[in-house]
């Protein structure tokens, strides 16, 4: 970012900077930082999103041997954590929050789940989380507004997950750290490791293209975390033949992927 290289420019040289022209440079430097997409790192050229394209599984080698078992997903146990990364007051309501989005990784939700449901609140375009933010409607009553207030030091992890009801909307506000916001989804994963990289898998439902409900359809999504270089493969669950083991390709690592009709998803080493 231009200005936060101006800031370190100063820092460098040794020049004197008061507390006021520090935060001014700050302020500067975050609006450089709001105006950079949501999945591209201020850094990166838009062809390094965070979001990449869907695994494309290739049937191993004829007289290939399997590799060291490095995981093992229960599906059922598994399907839909996504959906509660977080338990918060909204409104009047205690609801779990979480994330899902449509067949095509193109669309995203917030999700908002008790034992009477899951209510869906489309995100549309993600950028605005670092603006005005976004309105989620959870009910008739409740209206809440998300944001990212981003931190430019450490964005991935020390920026802060705003929860404000809208105008309108009784009820208390959240603060999260991004940071909290990834080791709660950590928690909810079932991870590998593999060439030294530490893997997450989700595994849930998809949203139907009205974005009204969820679909018949499963995906699954690998990702490994590195900061600002963070990756994700989403893998939709029918590209995966039961009992058939397929090579996939996770940022230069390739793992085994076997879907056992008796219910898991099993990763193997490839040698």
Same mark, same amino acid.
């Given at each position: ?59 191993? &080698?004829?007289? *290939? !041997? /399997?590799?060291?078992?490095? $995981? #093992? ?9 996504? =959906? ?101 989804? &950590?928690?909810? *994963? !079932? /991870?590998?490791?593999?060439? $030294? #990289? ?9 949203? =139907? ?63």
């Amino acid at each position: 970012m231009r200005n936060t290289l101006i800031l370190a420019a100063l820092v460098a040289a040794g020049r004197p900077v008061s507390a006021a022209g520090v935060e001014s440079l700050r302020n500067l430097a975050e609006q450089s930082f709001l105006q950079a997409p949501l999945l591209v790192r201020p850094a990166q050229t838009p062809s390094e999103p965070v979001l990449q394209p869907p695994l494309e599984p290739t049937p191993p &080698r004829p007289d *290939a !041997t /399997l590799g060291a078992e490095l $995981g #093992r997903v229960n599906l059922a146990a598994q399907l839909d954590r996504n =959906l509660s990364v977080a338990n918060r007051l909204f409104g009047a309501r205690a609801l779990d929050l979480g994330v899902a989005t449509d067949a095509a990784f193109s669309k995203f939700y917030l999700a908002f789940s008790n034992a009477q449901g899951t209510v869906l609140a489309a995100l549309g375009d993600l950028n605005q989380l670092r603006g005005s933010g976004v309105n989620a409607r959870i009910d008739a009553a409740t209206v809440y507004n998300f944001r990212v207030k981003a931190n430019i030091f450490n964005p991935a992890r020390g920026s802060t997950l705003k929860m404000s009801p809208a105008p309108g909307t009784s009820g208390p506000a959240h603060d999260m750290k991004t940071g909290a916001v990834l080791d709660a989804a &950590r928690a909810r *994963a !079932t /991870l590998f490791s593999a060439d $030294g #990289r530490e893997f997450w898998v989700f595994y849930g439902r998809d949203v =139907l293209p009205d974005g009204l409900d969820f679909a018949a359809t499963r995906s699954f999504l690998f990702v490994h975390e590195d900061g600002m270089s963070s990756k994700a493969w989403p893998l939709a669950e029918a590209a995966l033949a039961l009992d058939a083991p397929a090579i996939v390709d996770l940022g230069g690592t390739r793992v085994s992927l076997t879907r056992t009709a008796d219910g898991f998803l099993v990763v193997r080493d490839v040698p």
